[in-house]
């Protein structure tokens, strides 16, 4: 249980439920949701006149020294450049594409669309830049009709914008040139004098108007564009700022590299930090092996309070930190919270965090996940208690109304919500197929009780339906939690794994390898590749592990008997990876088709249980 001070620092909630004849349960906090804001720039302009001088956010200058960008001073190029969209006609049938990444000028663009009704849609940079095939970046311009683009530097994506976008749609920038138009200039766009047309377009803003657009491709492939009112935005952050109540107290700091073009930076982060007077540093870092160490750097720099990474981000941090006195002293030196989403933490790495955060802080500090989704907002149900294993998804927040309905052996989650998006963006067969007859949101996950009939104690993410199979024995396989068992199971071979088996009689998985934890199993640092995955001792200590594995499954559909490591790298732009590091099972099994196939035959790569052991 929380001690006092972290009951000051968290939700306590209360929560009731009720099951249905049907077999349906209802679950929901008994207080109600508290007042939000109309629009998420009213918020931002209460600051900008209580702590216009407070920084808003910051990030890395040519020279490497943090530059700082306050509220007040936002505030002023807010207004200017919200009145030069309306000049030039921007509206919800026109908005503001970005297709450039997290900077304080691409911040400052999408909220003074929002301040005047405009909504904008950031993208993955990595549309706009592949080296082939433009075609999602085509698919998006066709569904969004945009008056205007953003990139902050031009030149890597003049070749996207020519093939892909009308001559006549002007294009902002800060530098770079245009082969087939002329580049407005961001710093001409802020001079602009504010106009009585943009204050009573601010006036006008309602929680129905549409703030933004996210896009989300699921299992499909094909970019969907996620509403996002201004309803959502706001009653969300009431929602967070109730769950996380220290952020009331003290105004938030935090450090963060996700990309906005997600709902987990785009819409909870950014947002957080506005909500509540904060500041937010822009880690230009991601988590891959060429840029972690960005990230290091910054977080000896900048003590956050609140701080989110990927489950892989932490792994490649703990490395650090565990022999980093200068790191870990910075990082926990205010810490309040550890958050995080994208993909489940396996145990070794939820143990790591955990050591290091008791030995900096007495007692540690609150470790979390949750669930949600681009279309809720996406805070919808948060865990913010400490807990001794990863996994608990937590409780509904406040004003959420969460169903679960049986299917089969499982129970699927559904929600209803200010915080709920109404739809796709000029897609009404996909707007309607994402809810059911009663108005509430269906996940397609299945969640189960952490402890069988009190939802007050959590639950637990039990697979994504649309993800589930068969074996050829007809028993279902459920997916998600298979895959966070074995990666656990691995004991830090693995950053994460595919199943695969549909069909067969047993299941097999294909390893995204932990390649430093590898290296340091051989003390071999400049082993690579299948060098690597193929060194005797790797094979031998992955073997045995696959077979303690095999010992504590249940059945076949619990029980993975041979695996490969992936020697490629996942793929952005053919959908098996976000740029924010999730997997997309589905897509791998289909890209790699062909190491699926071989997982049965007697390709040399493959690790298989021992013969005794099958």
Not at 166 to 182: E, F, H, K, N, Q
Not at 269 to 285: A, M, P, R, S
Not at 317 to 340: C, I, V
Not at 436 to 463: K, L, M, S, T
Request: with cysteine.
């Amino acid at each position: 249980m929380p001690d006092n001070s972290e009951a000051l620092d968290f939700w306590a909630p209360v929560i009731r439920h009720e099951t249905r004849d049907d077999g349906s349960i209802l679950v929901w906090q008994e207080e109600e949701l508290g007042p939000y804001p109309r629009c998420m720039t009213e918020k931002f302009l209460h600051w900008a006149e209580q702590a216009p001088e407070r920084s808003w956010i910051v990030e890395r200058g040519p020279d490497g020294a943090w530059q700082h960008m306050s509220y007040g001073e936002a505030a002023g190029k807010i207004r200017a450049i919200g009145s030069a969209l309306l000049a030039r006609g921007l509206s919800p049938e026109r908005p503001l594409l970005i297709l450039s990444g997290n900077s304080v000028r691409h911040a400052i663009m999408a909220l003074a669309a929002q301040h005047v009704g405009v909504p904008s849609a950031a993208l993955a940079p990595a549309y706009a830049l592949a080296k082939g095939d433009l075609g999602k970046l085509i698919d998006v311009a066709g569904q969004l009709t945009p008056g205007m683009i953003f990139a902050e530097d031009a030149t890597p994506f003049a070749r996207a914008i020519t093939e892909v976008f009308a001559a006549d749609i002007p294009v902002v920038g800060v530098s770079g040139s245009l082969p087939d138009r002329d580049l407005l200039r961001f710093d001409d766009l802020a001079a602009t004098a504010p106009t009585d047309e943009m204050q009573a377009a601010h006036e006008a803003i309602g929680p129905d108007t549409v703030a933004k657009f996210l896009f989300t491709s699921g299992t499909t492939g094909s970019p969907k564009a996620v509403i996002q009112t201004q309803r959502m935005l706001c009653s969300n952050q009431e929602m967070v700022a109730d769950s996380y109540r220290f952020l009331r107290q003290q105004p938030p700091v935090v450090c963060d590299w996700a990309p906005w073009n997600h709902t987990a930076a785009g819409n909870k982060v950014f947002n957080l930090v506005i909500y509540n007077g904060g500041t937010l540093y822009l880690d230009e870092g991601k988590p891959t092996p060429k840029d972690i160490g960005k990230t290091i750097r910054n977080l000896r720099e900048v003590s956050p309070t609140w701080y989110f990474n990927v489950p892989l981000g932490y792994q490649m941090l703990l490395d650090a930190m565990e022999t980093d006195a200068t790191l870990r002293k910075s990082f926990f030196g205010r810490l309040k919270m550890l958050m995080y989403a994208g993909a489940g933490m396996s145990q070794p790495v939820w143990d790591r965090i955990t050591r290091i955060a008791e030995q900096e802080i007495e007692g540690g500090v609150v470790l979390g996940t949750g669930l949600g989704s681009t279309e809720t907002g996406p805070f919808a149900i948060s865990c913010c208690e400490r807990q001794e294993t990863a996994g608990n998804l937590g409780v509904p927040a406040r004003g959420i109304m969460l169903k679960l309905v049986p299917q089969g052996d499982k129970l699927e989650a559904r929600v209803k919500g200010p915080n709920i998006t109404p739809g796709y963006w000029r897609n009404e067969k996909l707007s309607k197929e994402a809810f059911d007859e009663e108005g509430y949101y269906c996940f397609g996950d299945a969640i189960r009780f952490v402890e069988p009939g009190n939802p007050a104690a959590g639950f637990y993410f039990d697979g994504r339906l649309a993800e589930n199979f068969k074996l050829a024995s007809g028993t279902w396989v459920a997916v998600g939690p298979l895959r966070a068992r074995l990666t656990n199971d691995l004991q830090g071979l693995a950053s994460d794994v595919v199943i695969a088996g549909e069909g067969h009689t047993e299941l097999g998985a294909l390893v995204v390898p932990d390649w430093d934890k590898l290296r340091a199993m051989v003390d071999e640092k400049d082993l690579e590749g299948e060098a690597l995955l193929t060194h005797p001792k790797v094979r031998r200590v992955a073997a045995d592990l696959l077979d303690a594995h095999a010992v504590r499954a249940t059945g076949s559909a619990t029980r993975v008997t041979r695996m490969m490591f992936l020697d490629v790298p996942l793929s952005f732009e053919k959908g098996e990876v976000t740029d924010k590091g999730s997997i997309n099972q589905r897509a791998v099994l289909r890209q790699r088709a062909d190491l699926v196939a071989n997982l049965w035959s007697e390709d040399p790569r493959v690790i298989s249980l021992s013969r005794e052991r099958a």
